[in-house]
């Protein structure tokens, strides 16, 4: 693991940089769910981090980590909405600056919070205008240091953290986890947790999961090298939109990924209305994916320990509701 | 503290009863709730609790309290869903029998749920069938013994086990909360909460949460006894929709508790989506009355640390939807 763009000790960096920031998330487990699955499941339900998704965490660590010179010029994200409350709130505790590039169509919910946090929110138009040009303008007006949502080892290392929490709950359990299911958009988030589980399972199977027609991790980890979708897809899981995998992130993800799996809208409208009835988690569409995959069969437990990350759950409270009602 | 109806010893034994059984819930905090009320909020999440809601732990202690021969004869409950679901699911555990009466028109979900733990449901009609003359000739003829859902030491003892958990997991915190805010039909969670409570904060004011119309509690405190409320009230609050407190639980309650506060449906509603958007939990209306009191400012934290014991998150998805689309 040596030539890996994070190592372990990037992740205990990370960890101590966000305690007392961050959220230790618990680990849940549900009889219903263990029987559902004919396993045991552990949940990580990261809906319950500081502003609802893990995305703090590795938004925290970056910005944290810049220097007094960096802090002064402010930092500029661009997100739909999960990395931009992550950038937005990690900011406004550290005293930085934050603007952030958002699609007009981001689900609302996501642009008010954005900027209840403080941040400045720029919306674009994902149709008609060019997000990387205009990050370009505001960059060289404000000299914004930019925050890239997953492919930056001070990111893959804050999110990591999530996986160094996993291993030492299971632990304090007597479980040793065989199987890890994590939503994958630009695979930050599985890179470091995938590290993270490594170093204390070695055996352990992680999967990406994917919604159907954005599985370019899926496609990439087939081909051995990164492979990008042509455009055209349509998910309501839009925290893990990705067209490629991330540079740094699948490089990681090559080597330390089992496989990867995807899902339907339908079987994360289903996860959702799921996870509603019998977990009790409030859950959006791109975070749900694990669980979604988990209940639709994707892989069997056979009696096998299983950790499902919850990644966000920044529901959209309309598409929430018509998935609630039109299911009924 | 001698006389009460149940002391900490039969709360400690009602704990190692229900272990392996019962759920151990977490205590979690949040950032967005601690800004919002200015104090220190620690919540007692019991919707992540088996069935759904805290009634398991109750029903499972007074379940395994029976004689063998208690248990041949099977066990009998009537409830609008929440005791429902917890005595089957205990019945089931314990391999007893059990009949539930439960009203036409409880929320269909908890209903249905009643009927996946194996119980047999008897339906009757609130306004035109006597529950007491059914219930009686149903144990006439089976034998079974009836399970009441708060009026019984052993119910209040299994209920009090959550207290002890939230005393604990607040030492481990290191916090001494100051206040405890719980929701209370006919009050046997509030006085086993309250009793395991001031055995380790002997000093904390806890306070009894009602529905607007429903303050049976409320009004038998202020009178010194037990009061009985003219029909005719309407709250959606289903689970804690009492005429009168309990005669053992008041007992204990008329004591224990600094006071009640009411809500109305209007700040349930608020409050069941606020925790869907900031806490990311399912909560049921009458389980969310103590978060509604808090955040319609019926108390002032001004600094402190209060528990917040989330009862419940059986919510009927429709109602539930609704919530989220009207008040957008």
């Given at each position: 693991m040596t030539s890996h763009p994070i190592q372990l000790a990037d992740i205990e960096?990370a960890?101590?940089?966000?305690?007392?920031?961050?959220?230790?998330?618990?680990?849940?487990?549900?009889?219903?769910?263990?029987?559902?699955?004919?396993?045991?499941?552990?949940?990580?339900?990261?809906?319950?981090?500081?502003?609802?998704?893990f995305?703090?965490r590795g938004?925290?660590n970056?910005?944290?980590?810049?220097?007094?010179?960096?802090?002064?010029?402010?930092?500029?994200?661009?997100?739909?909405?999960?990395?931009?409350?992550?950038?937005?709130?990690?900011?406004?505790?550290?005293?930085?600056?934050?603007?952030?590039?958002?699609?007009?169509?981001?689900?609302?919910?996501?642009?008010?919070?954005?900027?209840?946090?403080?941040?400045?929110?720029?919306?674009?138009?994902?149709?008609?205008?060019?997000?990387?040009?205009?990050?370009?303008?505001?960059?060289?007006?404000?000299?914004?240091?930019?925050?890239k949502p997953y492919d930056d080892p001070r990111v893959m290392a804050g999110q990591g953290t999530l996986g160094l929490?996993?291993?030492?709950?299971?632990?304090?359990?007597?479980?040793?986890?065989?199987?890890a299911?994590v939503p994958c958009g630009g695979g930050g988030l599985i890179a470091g947790v995938s590290v993270a589980l490594h170093s204390q399972f070695p055996?352990i199977a992680v999967y990406a999961?994917e919604?159907?027609?954005?599985?370019d991790t899926g496609?990439s980890l087939?081909a051995g090298s990164r492979q990008?979708?042509?455009?055209?897809?349509?998910?309501?899981?839009?925290?893990?939109?990705t067209?490629a995998p991330g540079e740094l992130t699948f490089e990681i993800n090559r080597r330390l990924l089992s496989g990867a799996?995807?899902?339907?809208?339908?079987?994360?409208?289903?996860?959702?209305?799921?996870?509603?009835?019998?977990?009790?988690?409030?859950?959006?569409?791109?975070?749900?994916?694990?669980?979604?995959?988990?209940?639709?069969?994707?892989?069997?437990?056979?009696?096998?320990?299983?950790?499902?990350v919850?990644?966000?759950?920044?529901?959209?409270?309309?598409?929430?509701?018509?998935?609630?009602?039109?299911?009924?």
């Amino acid at each position: 693991m040596t030539s890996h763009p994070i190592q372990l000790a990037d992740i205990e960096q990370a960890a101590q940089r966000i305690q007392g920031h961050a959220v230790e998330t618990p680990l849940l487990e549900f009889h219903s769910l263990n029987e559902q699955c004919q396993g045991r499941v552990l949940i990580k339900p990261e809906v319950l981090q500081r502003t609802g998704s893990f995305k703090f965490r590795g938004a925290y660590n970056t910005l944290a980590s810049l220097s007094p010179e960096e802090r002064v010029r402010g930092v500029l994200a661009f997100s739909s909405g999960n990395h931009a409350q992550g950038v937005a709130c990690a900011a406004r505790l550290l005293g930085i600056g934050a603007t952030i590039l958002m699609p007009k169509d981001a689900p609302p919910l996501k642009i008010r919070r954005t900027r209840e946090y403080g941040a400045q929110v720029v919306l674009f138009d994902r149709e008609t205008e060019d997000r990387e040009a205009i990050a370009a303008t505001l960059t060289a007006e404000s000299g914004a240091v930019l925050v890239k949502p997953y492919d930056d080892p001070r990111v893959m290392a804050g999110q990591g953290t999530l996986g160094l929490e996993i291993a030492r709950q299971a632990q304090a359990l007597g479980l040793r986890p065989e199987v890890a299911l994590v939503p994958c958009g630009g695979g930050g988030l599985i890179a470091g947790v995938s590290v993270a589980l490594h170093s204390q399972f070695p055996q352990i199977a992680v999967y990406a999961v994917e919604p159907d027609g954005f599985d370019d991790t899926g496609r990439s980890l087939a081909a051995g090298s990164r492979q990008t979708l042509a455009p055209g897809g349509h998910s309501i899981c839009d925290a893990i939109l990705t067209a490629a995998p991330g540079e740094l992130t699948f490089e990681i993800n090559r080597r330390l990924l089992s496989g990867a799996l995807t899902v339907t809208d339908a079987e994360v409208r289903f996860a959702l209305r799921w996870a509603f009835e019998n977990l009790k988690l409030v859950v959006e569409p791109g975070g749900v994916v694990g669980l979604a995959a988990l209940l639709a069969g994707r892989i069997a437990l056979e009696g096998r320990c299983a950790v499902v990350v919850l990644s966000g759950g920044n529901a959209d409270p309309a598409l929430f509701a018509e998935t609630l009602l039109t299911t009924d």
